[in-house]
């Protein structure tokens, strides 16, 4: 399956593609999507590596050229600084998945 480098460019960072809806359906496919997803929550902390790895390389090069032009380092600072926030909620889904059977 070739997919285009915007859809692989998401996949990368965002993780909402490989879970199911559990809240629709009746209770076998409740139990389903939730066995599927507690599945899939093994993939977590890979995003969550990403989250952090990516956001201290964007506020590196933000304090770079913080420097040369204040305005441009603002544009690496906002990603890198919210690479925190999404980090935390795949830590926190991931917890929830390895807690709740």
Not at 27 to 37: P, S
Not at 78 to 99: C, D, H, K, N, Y
Request: proline residues 5%.
């Amino acid at each position: 399956m070739d997919l285009p480098f915007h859809a692989l460019l998401y996949r990368y960072f965002f993780f909402a593609w490989l879970f199911r809806d559990a809240s629709q359906s009746d209770l076998f496919a409740r139990a389903a999507a939730w066995r599927h997803n507690k599945g899939q929550s093994h993939w977590l902390p890979l995003y969550i590596r990403r989250y952090l790895v990516s956001g201290a390389l964007l506020c590196a090069v933000g304090l770079l050229i913080e420097e040369a032009s204040p305005l441009l380092s603002m544009f690496f600072y906002v990603p890198g600084v919210m690479s925190v926030p999404m980090a935390t909620v795949a830590g926190v889904a991931w917890i929830g998945f390895q807690v709740w059977d």
